[in-house]
């Protein structure tokens, strides 16, 4: 895939509700939270953000667990719309933009939210292509290893800001990643594993 024909990235995080650490599986996880970034292709700053609490319905319960991990609080999501009216508000603010790709930290969130279309029989509200820029750091720094998004930053010497696990939180993040991820700037100091 060409990066570089695109005219903007959309940097989305997803969070969702998990009872207990690794006690349920990916096909029951509930989206609670969508932030999402869109960055201009060339200069990499970001033009816009979005973001939404979602009120889940399998689990609307949200565990101790999944608030000390997020933030994320009851009242949040309580007062939150369900996935499909979330969906909608995602959709009209993407029509303001054209030829982005949509990028995420792993696949976990372009699934979640293939998941969560078919369990609330809406479409897949996403169009765009999907980049894993997890995998394309990795191959862009030649790092062996698949970080996640806190060691990138970690090992790019960027500080983390706001709130670890909070969607809109880790979209501004990633958005300081995406020198690297695009192979524009290269980790200071770092031995890259050999090809």
Request: with cysteine; proline share 6%; glycine share 4%.
């Amino acid at each position: 895939m060409d990066l570089e024909k695109f005219k903007y990235y959309l940097i989305i995080d997803v969070e969702a509700n998990c009872p207990e650490k690794d006690s349920v599986t990916l096909e029951d996880m509930e989206m609670i939270e969508i932030g999402a970034v869109m960055v201009c292709a060339n200069t990499l700053q970001k033009i816009d953000e979005f973001s939404t609490f979602i009120r889940p319905v399998r689990s609307p319960q949200l565990s101790a667990f999944c608030t000390e991990l997020t933030s994320i609080i009851q009242a949040d999501v309580d007062n939150a719309p369900e996935y499909p009216e979330a969906i909608t508000a995602l959709v009209r603010w993407l029509e303001k933009f054209d030829n982005f790709l949509f990028c995420s930290w792993g696949n976990y969130d372009k699934q979640q939210f293939e998941l969560e279309s078919t369990f609330h029989n809406v479409p897949y509200p996403i169009s765009a292509p999907h980049l894993n820029i997890k995998k394309q750091f990795s191959k862009s720094q030649r790092v062996r290893k698949r970080q996640g998004m806190a060691g990138a930053l970690k090992l790019a010497h960027i500080s983390i800001e706001g709130t670890h696990h909070r969607g809109i939180d880790d979209a501004n993040n990633m958005v300081k990643l995406m020198p690297y991820v695009l192979g524009r700037e290269f980790i200071p100091n770092y031995q890259p594993a050999p090809k």
